[in-house]
């Protein structure tokens, strides 16, 4: 089977591939910030997983038009999304945090505290 799984639901009869999200990592002084663009997907369709040092992401969306109504235009496609990424070697997996709003998931990673900068204080 290739890479891309389809699926039917049953009143949308487009077909659904699981593609790669947009996906954004930046750095700060504490930690990371790993972004990814989920358009259409909720709290309830994300499954988030830590394996090892891997983080796992996976959606499941399910589209059901409102009754009477033919859709004639999207915005965007309805597509379940899936990605693993290695952490960076100096994050702590321990404190994985996230949290989603209007189609982005938002995941923080603290450094592991003995990488964190630190003031010295001089007697």
């Not at 799984?5 to 593609?19: A, C, G, I």
């Not at 997907?41 to 090892?52: A, F, P, R, T």
């Not at 589209?63 to 100096?90: K, N, Q, W």
Request: net charge negative; glycine share 4%; charged share 35%.
């Amino acid at each position: 089977m290739s890479k891309e799984t389809k699926k039917l639901d049953r009143k949308d009869t487009t077909p659904r591939r699981t593609v790669t999200p947009s996906v954004y990592v930046s750095e700060t002084k504490d930690g990371y910030e790993i972004t990814f663009e989920l358009p259409g997907v909720g709290k309830d369709g994300i499954s988030l997983d830590v394996e090892n040092r891997t983080l796992v992401l996976s959606t499941s969306t399910k589209f059901t038009e409102p009754e009477g109504c033919d859709c004639t235009l999207r915005e965007f496609a309805i597509r379940d999304y899936a990605v693993s990424l290695d952490m960076p070697e100096h994050a702590d997996p321990n404190t994985v945090k996230a949290s989603v709003a209007n189609g982005v998931l938002t995941v923080a990673l603290s450094k592991r505290a003995e990488l964190k900068p630190r003031k010295i204080e001089i007697d």
